[in-house]
């Protein structure tokens, strides 16, 4: 019998094959098959949608491979990096299913599931080298992704190391810094608007961005928030269905690792005569996903098989003795306040994100974008039950 080349398959009896598959780590693999395949796999036309929770993705930066968690089949994960392994090259945020890479020279988004890599500009576009004291300034405080139709990256934005905003466009080579006189705890889209809350007041700025230029059209007020015993806090701003909201994280700081002991959720309330921040109670159909300080994502709980509606879900290190430790992931009742925690059996997962395990899908955005697939070309995923 003939040996047939399973790359020269006609594109539509390959994308049907694609289309059968029901779960990402079999679209994965059938991604890696050949380049042909790879590409049928990020087509339009081979689109469908698979429900699937967030995974946990371990960010240690000297290891050739993620490490992913699915809590709703309890599998581990490996993928390979699709980049070299360096002590900048970590996971800064995860947004949407991209990843943010503060790699030097030049920072990256990256979806790990179909290895699709979009260039940043340099971050020293931020800064003078020359006259700045550069430490630090290649971290920004927080960060949020505007994208298309397709979940695929139009706008940047980020709180910059002094707590000023800037954003960029894909495609452009410079950010555009925002000068004001306000200091800017985070960021996040919604309808196209770029929400900025402040550090210390925490009332938050609405911005439209024109151009990649942000113009200041809102702003909307807080009530008097919670103080001590309950600081210090995070908070974070996320899009959660047609609803913008800041959720406050507390931390008990008279303990070692700052146990979380409580949340705050508030509405972005934007009317005409009286826009404030207003106390809710109640997520709706929604489930939240908070990873490190400055990262939230949300999603429908029918996407979430494992998670229950009006929780808040986290992983926290906890101290058996002085030398051990393990780590929870935790389960936060937005409506009464209670906490559950389970014991994940894999440390690496203390400093972890949340990832949306999706393809990117090939779409105009890219056309103005430097990206392509990452440096190494093999694509591998492997499971451990």
Known sequence: MENRDWSELPTDIVEQFYKRLTNIPDQVRFGSVCKTWHSSSTSNKACHWVPHTPWLISNDETTSQFHLFSN????LYKIEKPFNPSPDAFIMASLKGWLVIPS??????LNLFSKIQIDLPHLSSLYDPTVDNCFGMDRPLGLAISTCDHLNPITVAMVTFDRNLACCQIGDNKWRRYWGDEE????????GKLYAIKLFTK??????????????????????????????MDVYLVECGERVLVVMRYYDSSKLL??????????VEEKRSTSQLVRVDSLEDYVLFVAGSNNCESLEAKYCPGFRSGCVYFTECVYFDNTNFAVELVEYSVSDGTMRRTPLTNPQFYCSFWVLPRFALECDCFERSSYGLGSKNEENISTTV
């Open 184 to 191: 800017y705890a985070n960021v996040a889209f919604h309808n």
């Open 203 to 232: 009332n938050v700025d609405i911005f439209q961005v024109d151009q990649g230029v942000l113009v200041l059209v809102a702003c909307v007020h807080s009530r008097r928030i919670r103080s001590q015993p309950f600081e210090p």
């Open 72 to 75: 709703s089949d309890n599998k």
């Open 104 to 109: 030097k020279p030049k920072p990256f988004i």
């Open 258 to 267: 700052r146990p979380t002991i409580d949340f705050l959720i508030l509405e």
